[in-house]
């Protein structure tokens, strides 16, 4: 995966979340992959619960389709991007009920050729 595509889409998603969210974009060659979760905030005895983790991940195939465009189909893929993760958040319930030694579940939002390629 371009290094320049990833820093992008990573740039464009992360002020989407709540403020102080650990956001992430890892390192994975063939595919982007962003990684977010943030306290919590619901139980006064554990202030540093941490959300359940979202990923976000474009397949590998998507992005290459992405960097093929033209910057028009860029621009309209980025606001898709950008609104899929935005109608995923607004029904996202961040909480949990893992103990405080079991890491939060983990949820993965596919943005595919029904998100990316129009």
Same mark, same amino acid.
């Given at each position: 995966?371009?290094?320049?595509?990833? +820093?992008?889409?990573?740039? %464009?998603?992360?002020?989407?979340? #709540?403020?102080? /969210? =650990?956001? =992430?974009?890892? #390192?994975?060659?063939?595919?982007?992959?962003?990684?977010?979760?943030?306290?919590?905030? /619901?139980? #006064?005895?554990?202030?540093?619960?941490?959300?359940? /983790?979202? %990923?976000? /991940?474009?397949? =590998?195939?998507?992005?290459?389709?992405?960097? @093929?465009? +033209?910057?028009?189909?860029?621009?309209?893929?980025?606001? *898709?991007?950008?609104?899929?993760?935005?109608? @995923? %958040?607004?029904?996202?319930? #961040?909480?949990? @009920? +893992?103990? *405080?030694?079991?890491?939060?579940?983990?949820?993965?939002?596919?943005?595919?050729?029904?998100? %990316? @390629?129009?």
């Amino acid at each position: 995966m371009n290094k320049e595509l990833m +820093n992008h889409w990573g740039s %464009l998603l992360q002020p989407i979340f #709540p403020n102080g /969210t =650990e956001f =992430e974009v890892a #390192p994975i060659e063939s595919y982007f992959q962003a990684k977010a979760s943030w306290k919590t905030g /619901t139980e #006064p005895d554990r202030p540093n619960k941490m959300s359940k /983790t979202i %990923l976000i /991940t474009v397949p =590998e195939e998507i992005a290459d389709d992405y960097a @093929n465009k +033209n910057d028009a189909q860029r621009q309209s893929d980025d606001i *898709r991007l950008c609104e899929f993760v935005k109608s @995923n %958040l607004a029904n996202h319930d #961040p909480d949990h @009920n +893992n103990p *405080r030694d079991v890491p939060p579940p983990v949820v993965e939002w596919i943005a595919g050729s029904n998100v %990316l @390629n129009s």
